[in-house]
């Protein structure tokens, strides 16, 4: 399907225990090949992302509330999560990974994903969420260079990559951000 095509309607939920295979073929594909992707975990396995979501699911940083699927043709076609990272000890949230599967992607399934779990976790009252991603694609979502908001990327490296939102009028945190503990498993 082309970019060009009219956007599906797509129906953005919570993740359910019924949703989890589908979520790791549709992280699985969306991320094989991907210049950026995390190794495989397992020698000739899914893209390291596939096991990320599953170590994500066991750590105390998983919001349920804050995975969510888009639902197509009653077929789990994307998903995107965020969970309890900490800018220094003060709370904050880690957005990633966004997966959509491959023949859909650019239709704006991902951009639903994305503004759902912003104003989900808007609504429980966080106050930042940060993530790495292409600076040209996440800037539409209002995210910034995370050192313009006083946040340092856990890699320096990350450079321009490692973004950050504040969500709400209130003080949101400065320091080093740190993403939940599976992240360092990659």
Do not use: K, N
């Not at 800018?87 to 992607?105: E, M």
């Not at 209002?142 to 950050?164: C, H, I, K, M, N």
């Amino acid at each position: 399907m082309s970019s060009s095509e009219p956007t599906p309607t797509v129906e953005i939920r919570s993740e359910q225990p019924v949703d989890v295979a589908a979520i790791a073929a549709v992280t699985g594909a969306a991320f094989a090949g991907a210049e950026h992707s995390a190794p495989p975990v397992r020698p000739g396995g899914p893209p390291g992302e596939v096991d990320l979501v599953e170590w994500l699911r066991a750590d105390e940083g998983w919001i349920p509330e804050l995975s969510l699927v888009a639902v197509l043709h009653d077929q789990v076609v994307g998903h995107v999560l965020c969970t309890r990272g900490l800018v220094d000890d003060a709370p904050a949230l880690g957005l990633g990974p966004v997966s959509v599967r491959p023949d859909l992607q650019g239709r704006g399934i991902g951009d639903a994903l994305i503004r759902e779990v912003l104003a989900r976790a808007a609504e429980r009252g966080e106050s930042l969420v940060a993530l790495v991603g292409e600076p040209a694609y996440y800037g539409r979502f209002g995210f910034v260079p995370a050192r313009t908001l006083g946040v340092e990327a856990p890699d320096p490296s990350y450079g321009e990559f490692f973004q950050a939102l504040r969500l709400g009028p209130g003080p949101h945190p400065q320091g080093t951000f740190r993403y939940a503990a599976p992240f360092d498993r990659l």
